[in-house]
T-cell receptor
């Protein structure tokens, strides 16, 4: 299994609260991605990174920001959480834009 | 990105082969065909990918039609652990710093009966 961890694995928070999710890899892969998965929508890309400090928006980036100060860590921040951001969040990594390896996911509930 | 069409669900019996179809009639010449699966409460998992020729690995086989407008993922002997949602995804190589994300459809939910 690829060395990807996500933290926290579960989180409950209140509307308006900032939330940061962390993705950590031990594979030294260049590319990292954040997806969200909701019933009826499948997985959708939020943001991705193609190197340290190099990030770009995905399909559903509104309300989210990311940072990557080290190869191994990719942080996803919800500046002010809303109930529509209740979801399961998956991090993925890839070496050459081919096969992506996914983390175990973070379940976020915004009340 | 070109779209794929898969059946919503399929059933199989344990230890029998399973053929999961995928139609991609608008595929371009450079699109790779990727298959991922997602077991309950887990992240997606890579299964196999190919361009033109049939491909085999320890998990499955991928049969690609000669015109590339369809493909079939073959699980040679289904086990209970193979019960998952299977996603067929077209992936166009993107070079440089551009995004290379996967676009997931709704996939096929495979049920395996003992």
């Amino acid at each position: 299994d690829a060395g990807i961890t996500q933290s926290p694995r579960h989180k409950v928070t209140e509307t308006g609260t900032p939330v940061t999710l962390r993705c950590h890899q031990t594979e030294n892969h260049r590319y990292m991605y954040w997806y969200r998965q909701d019933p009826g929508h499948g997985l959708r890309l939020i943001h991705y990174s193609y190197g340290v400090k190099d990030t770009d928006k995905g399909e559903v980036s509104d309300g989210y920001s990311v940072s990557r100060s080290k190869t191994e860590d990719f942080l996803l921040t919800l500046e002010s959480a809303t109930s529509s951001q209740t979801s399961v969040y998956f991090c993925a990594i890839s070496a050459q834009q081919e096969t992506q390896y996914f983390g175990p996911g973070t379940r976020l509930l915004v009340l | 990105d070109a779209k794929t069409t898969q059946p919503n669900s399929m059933e199989s019996n344990e230890e029998e082969p399973v053929h999961l179809p995928c139609n991609h009639s608008t595929i371009s010449g450079t699109d790779y065909i990727h298959w991922y699966r997602q077991l309950p409460s887990q992240g997606p998992e890579y299964v196999i990918h190919g361009l033109t020729s049939n491909v085999n690995n320890r998990m499955a086989s991928l049969a690609i039609a000669e015109d590339r407008k369809s493909s079939t993922l073959i699980l040679h002997r289904a086990t209970l652990r193979d019960a998952a949602v299977y996603y067929c995804i077209l992936r166009r190589p993107i070079y440089g710093g551009s995004q290379g994300n996967l676009i997931f459809g709704k996939g096929t939910k495979l049920s395996v009966k003992p």
